[in-house]
């Protein structure tokens, strides 16, 4: 089965700060790759997805991911945090060829200091 | 436009006690969704449904736990005997399915149905 790992739990910066979370998974196919964001008291969200073309996605609020397939890796980043980026991010892979169930990875806690 | 929307937002029984939790779905939405979410954990996926296909139960873990979809739209997750590991952060999603065999669509969640069994 595959399995989708976040290295970084909990991530604590100050604005203006650079941000990258890293997700890696174990699938060796094609993949389907997805970032969510939930806000404080919102609902999960769509931040970027990846399914063909440029491994490189921009997604909304300013942030980027990079597929990188030789690391199995779809690292999110961006380069300047704001306070309103505090939330919690979730990485979620989907195996290519009909799979329709995405596996999430624990997600991690950003909390940016204004 | 209306998005997901789940009832009741906050839910706390007794140990034993039996739960049905309700998840609307965006209309048009072929494909919707259960998942759980426990503190500090990722999404633990639970059920899947996809228009009028058996549905895959392959996340469910333990014959407690059930869910229908009535008419496409509206499902009820149920779960019986409730025991307090079951307290957790119920989230279902819902997403239009553009092309048959195409994993990339997005999942839209509802806000979540908290459960506390005690």
């Known amino acids: 089965a595959q399995s989708v790992s976040q290295h970084n739990h909990h991530v604590i910066l100050s604005e203006a700060a650079s941000l990258e979370l890293g997700c890696n998974y174990s699938?060796?196919?094609?993949?389907?790759l997805f970032w969510y964001v939930q806000y404080p008291g919102q609902h999960l969200q769509l931040l970027l997805k990846?399914?063909?073309?440029?491994?490189l996605v921009k997604g909304i609020k300013g942030f980027e991911a990079e597929f990188i397939k030789s690391k199995f890796s779809f690292n999110l980043r961006k380069p300047s945090v704001q306070w309103s980026d505090t939330a919690e991010y979730f990485c979620?892979?989907?195996?290519?060829?009909?799979?329709?169930?995405?596996?999430f990875g624990r997600g991690t806690s950003l909390i940016v200091h204004p | 436009g209306a998005g997901v929307s789940q009832s009741p937002s906050n839910k706390v029984t007794e140990k034993g006690k039996d739960v049905e939790l309700r998840c609307d779905p965006i209309?048009?939405?072929?494909?919707l969704y259960w998942y759980r979410q426990s503190l500090g954990q990722g999404l633990e996926f639970l059920i899947y449904?996809?228009?009028?296909?058996?549905?895959?139960k392959s996340g469910l873990p333990s014959d407690r736990f059930s869910a229908e979809r009535t008419g496409g739209s509206v499902s009820t997750l149920t779960i019986q005997r409730t025991q307090q590991e079951d307290s957790a952060v119920y989230l279902c999603?819902?997403?239009?399915?553009?092309?048959?065999?195409?994993?990339?669509?997005?999942?839209?969640f509802g806000p979540g149905t908290r459960l506390t069994v005690l």
């Open positions: 990846y399914f063909s073309g440029d491994p």
């Open positions: 699938y060796g196919g094609t993949v389907n």
């Open positions: 209309s048009g939405h072929t494909a």
């Open positions: 979620a892979v989907n195996a290519g060829g009909g799979s329709y169930i995405p596996t």
């Open positions: 449904f996809q228009g009028n296909s058996a549905p895959d």
């Open positions: 999603a819902s997403s239009l399915r553009t092309r048959a065999g195409a994993g990339y669509d997005e999942q839209f």
